[in-house]
């Protein structure tokens, strides 16, 4: 009886799941049954789930296991209000750089995420609290059922393994900041057994402490790491430090400079101004670009007989717009944390903004970040390019007076405004870049110049006001 019922059920079970009777299929039971067709699809369901209870066991597939139990982060997550709101946003924000944006905006307020709303990938330059999750991602992908209990405390040669791969690079961060000598011994002991990524994780941390104290263990890490990568970077680092030059870099730099006249200005003038030759042939633009690329910038300096503070100023923008090119990316590569601002500066004063959203942008110091967008505003740059700039790790007191917010207002009282896509754009980088109250200015004039109060294309300037009422500003 039981291998009939069987057979029977998969036609039972489609055509209920097409909304047809299934009474006339079921020839097993059909002595059961009712003659009123209504009741007879009653009974049938009936009897099919209670044969289906008692017969039929869900089987657990064999790759289901269990995973380990998420951390909490020491950050709280965004109000239950807001949420929706934020949902919202992050379904608009297809790219995952324009995510992280968000994710920063958030962070700065003292919030995280919901973790079914976002999760950061394991590279993912997030904020440092979400490293408990980058680690419990990688140990779900690694197959293992539970995760260690990070301790409280700083980071130690004692504490070392009990730490993630990404806790311990954002608690490697912190000492270097705190205590740069204290990482020493932890570099000596521990680096050499970690896995090419984290090596490098590590050497990324290195920031504007890094001194004279480091130069012994980035010699040793430029000659022997095992990974061409982290050699490079240590060579980047030793570079910046003016402790990574040689011979060689020298007559390249040397040859470089070769290549400019140091003038004065005018007849009546001291000061002195850097200029281009003029190159001969193709090949001759092509040798000074590539010695560009690859020479550091502080023997280019010291070829110049000039100061690294006074190149960038000195430098010929425009003259070469791929020397340019070249001229940012070796500043990028080997100039010092202090020298990044002035070569920033200079690119925008001369107009060569593409600069400074390529090679410059990662190493721009947070102070300056926002003097920077201010000027970009201030040459008419778009709000989007500032954000570019701005990363959502600082944000504009004021924007309404600029060009690119009056480009917006247009949209609405001329026809050839911005285009829809771009205006979309705008808005958007309009919310993650102000405070709260430079979006409650900016969402009153929006409003007056005739954009509807729930247009969605605002809602990142309504988040960011809700965040300033709710949050803590960091």
């Not at 900041?177 to 932890?186: E, R, S, V």
């Not at 140091?262 to 281009?276: C, D, F, G, M, V």
């Not at 007056?448 to 960091?474: E, V, Y």
Request: neutral net charge; charged residues 20%; proline residues 7%.
């Amino acid at each position: 009886m039981v291998e009939p019922v069987y057979d029977m059920m998969g036609p039972i079970l489609a055509r209920w799941a097409m909304g047809t009777p299934a009474a006339p299929v079921a020839k097993a039971w059909q002595p059961l049954l009712a003659a009123d067709p209504t009741r007879a699809e009653l009974q049938l369901l009936a009897l099919s789930g209670q044969f289906l209870n008692a017969m039929v066991a869900a089987s657990v597939p064999n790759t289901l296991h269990t995973l380990p139990l998420l951390p909490r982060l020491a950050v709280p997550q965004v109000p239950a209000a807001l949420r929706p709101l934020v949902q919202r946003l992050l379904a608009s924000l297809k790219d995952t750089a324009q995510q992280i944006t968000l994710v920063r905006v958030l962070a700065r307020y003292g919030y995280s995420l919901n973790p079914s709303d976002w999760m950061p990938q394991g590279d993912a330059d997030t904020p440092s609290f979400y490293a408990p999750w980058q680690d419990w991602l990688a140990a779900v992908a690694a197959g293992q059922d539970t995760l260690p209990d990070v301790p409280d405390a700083p980071l130690s040669v004692e504490n070392w393994h009990a730490f993630g791969a990404a806790s311990r690079v954002a608690a490697f961060a912190r000492l270097r900041q705190q205590y740069p000598a204290a990482t020493h011994a932890l570099l000596d002991s521990h680096f050499p057994r970690l896995l090419a990524d984290e090596r490098l994780k590590i050497l990324q941390t290195f920031g504007p402490e890094t001194g004279a104290a480091d130069i012994p263990f980035l010699q040793h890490i430029a000659l022997k790491d095992r990974a061409d990568a982290v050699r490079k970077y240590a060579r980047r680092l030793l570079t910046r430090m003016a402790a990574g030059t040689d011979e060689k870099a020298k007559e390249s730099a040397t040859e470089l400079a070769d290549f400019f006249t140091l003038t004065p200005e005018s007849p009546a003038s001291k000061q002195r101004a850097l200029k281009l030759k003029p190159a001969k042939t193709i090949a001759q633009a092509a040798r000074r670009n590539a010695l560009c690329i690859t020479v550091p910038f502080l023997d280019l300096a010291a070829a110049l007989n000039l100061s690294p503070d006074m190149l960038p100023g000195m430098w010929p923008w425009g003259a070469d717009k791929q020397l340019d090119n070249s001229f940012s990316h070796m500043a990028e590569s080997s100039a010092s944390d202090a020298v990044i601002a002035s070569v920033a500066h200079a690119a925008v004063a001369s107009g060569s903004f593409h600069l400074l959203y390529k090679d410059l942008n990662d190493r721009l110091p947070l102070p300056e970040r926002r003097d920077l967008a201010h000027a970009l505003l201030a040459a008419n740059e778009r709000l989007w390019n500032t954000l570019t700039v701005l990363r959502g790790k600082v944000a504009l007191d004021d924007v309404v007076d600029t060009a690119a917010f009056r480009a917006i207002i247009a949209t609405q009282t001329e026809e050839a405004g911005l285009s829809p896509t771009v205006l979309a754009q705008e808005l958007l980088a309009l919310g993650l870049i102000t405070t709260p109250k430079a979006a409650t200015h900016a969402l009153a004039a929006l409003e007056q110049a005739g954009f509807l109060a729930a247009d969605s294309r605002l809602d990142m300037l309504r988040l960011t006001i809700a965040l300033g009422k709710t949050g803590l500003q960091k």
